[in-house]
């Protein structure tokens, strides 16, 4: 299965800023895909992100507050813009291995607890 | 509306005995399911899964069970062990290839010694 790292792994950030999150994969992927953890909560699709084209959101994400960059296959990035406390979660991303045999083909980073205050 | 339902938000259970985590969905076109085991800090790991084709899975101490007319499934783990204490995802997929994930809210299972 693929190893991702994620960055980073926690931040405190102030309401009204932005926070890039970064996800870099050891291997060549297609599809990425980008989560939102909220307390209690399950994980939720924010978008998925494929090389060579633009992300496709899900219902009640918008591309203004959420940014995706997918500059190619193994590196994407996912922007928290303009921050109220309501996006204080833990974001994650995904990634799926075609035909892998171990991790049911996605895999998760460790995720990024982002705390807005 | 949620697709992928786990109605019970905690399990406790005594070591040695049997766990057993339930999951219901809503999407008959769900072809695909898994169970992922989270820690505090980190992301879900993937412990098991399941096709739509299968009845049951097991592996090792793992053991899914699937019932595709009552569109339930469920997590069977034994015996326990403290280890095993962590919250629990459900999650499906869509018969489309390169779908993404449906989660459920995630029971979290306390196996005490």
């Known amino acids: 299965s693929a190893v991702i790292s994620q960055k980073p792994s926690r931040d405190i950030c102030q309401r009204g800023t932005s926070l890039t999150i970064q996800c870099q994969v050891d291997?060549?992927?297609?599809?990425m895909f980008w989560y939102r953890q909220q307390p209690g909560q399950s994980l939720t699709l924010i978008a998925t992100?494929?090389?060579?084209?633009?992300?496709?959101?899900e219902s009640g994400f918008v591309i203004d507050k959420f940014p995706i960059s997918r500059p190619n296959l193994t590196f994407s990035t996912l922007t928290v813009s303009n921050m109220s406390p309501e996006d204080s979660s833990i974001y994650l991303c995904?990634?799926?291995?075609?035909?892998?045999?171990?991790?049911?083909?996605?895999?998760f980073g460790s995720g990024t607890r982002l705390t807005v205050v | 509306d949620q697709q992928v339902k786990q109605n019970s938000p905690s399990l406790s259970v005594q070591e040695g005995r049997i766990s057993i985590l339930n999951c219901d969905y809503t999407?008959?076109?769900?072809?695909?399911f898994l169970w992922y085991k989270k820690y505090p800090a980190e992301g879900p790991t993937f412990l098991i899964s399941?096709?739509?084709?299968?009845d049951k899975n097991e592996d090792g101490r793992f053991t899914v069970f699937l019932n595709k007319s009552a569109k339930h499934l469920s997590l069977h783990i034994v015996p326990s062990q403290p280890g095993d204490s962590a919250v629990y995802f459900c999650?499906?997929?869509?018969?489309?290839?390169?779908?993404?994930?449906?989660f459920g809210k995630g029971t979290t299972l306390s196996v005490s010694s």
């Open positions: 995904s990634v799926l291995i075609t035909g892998a045999t171990t991790s049911g083909g996605y895999t």
């Open positions: 291997s060549q992927v297609t599809m």
């Open positions: 992100a494929n090389q060579g084209s633009e992300a496709t959101y």
């Open positions: 999407n008959s076109m769900f072809d695909y």
């Open positions: 399941i096709s739509s084709i299968k």
């Open positions: 999650a499906a997929r869509g018969n489309q290839a390169g779908t993404a994930l449906i």
